[in-house]
């Protein structure tokens, strides 16, 4: 089991700037390739980013590239998820999520479908004000 914990939600205007993170704890973090989902009320969860096992490769929506960031610490067994030039329509729960990786570090995929994740957090609101 992998347990995931999500932080750093909250209320900001538009333009501004959040850092969301999500710690993990239960087994070796470097064995999982991570990412960020999101849910508006009424919506389908969506994906927003995700990152390779040993962080070397990245994938981001288009809806958010070039605003957000994915990042991650092995060490901190921490992944990060840095929002600038926040938007409304960026308004959602934001999710962050764990898939198993056999090949560990060097894996190399990001996966962007929410069927491939097997562990997911709580959830942490993020509301963009206009």
């Known amino acids: 089991q992998v347990q995931l914990v999500e932080s750093g939600g909250g209320l900001v205007q538009a333009g501004g700037s959040l850092r969301l993170s999500c710690a993990a704890s239960?087994?070796?973090?470097?064995?999982?390739?991570m990412a960020w989902f999101r849910q508006a009320p009424g919506k389908e969860r969506e994906f927003v980013a995700a990152?390779?096992?040993?962080?070397?490769?990245?994938s981001h929506d288009d809806s958010v590239k070039g605003r957000f960031t994915i990042s991650r610490d092995n060490a901190k067994n921490t992944v990060y998820l840095q929002m600038n030039n926040l938007k409304p329509e960026d308004t959602a729960v934001y999710y962050c999520?764990?898939?198993?990786?056999?090949?560990?570090?060097?894996?190399?995929?990001?996966?962007?479908?929410?069927?491939?994740?097997?562990?997911w957090g709580q959830g942490t609101q993020v509301t963009v004000s206009s």
């Open positions: 990152i390779n096992t040993n962080g070397g490769r990245r």
């Open positions: 239960g087994r070796t973090f470097s064995n999982y390739a």
């Open positions: 999520a764990a898939d198993y990786k056999v090949s560990g570090l060097f894996d190399i995929t990001t996966p962007r479908t929410a069927d491939e994740y097997d562990y």
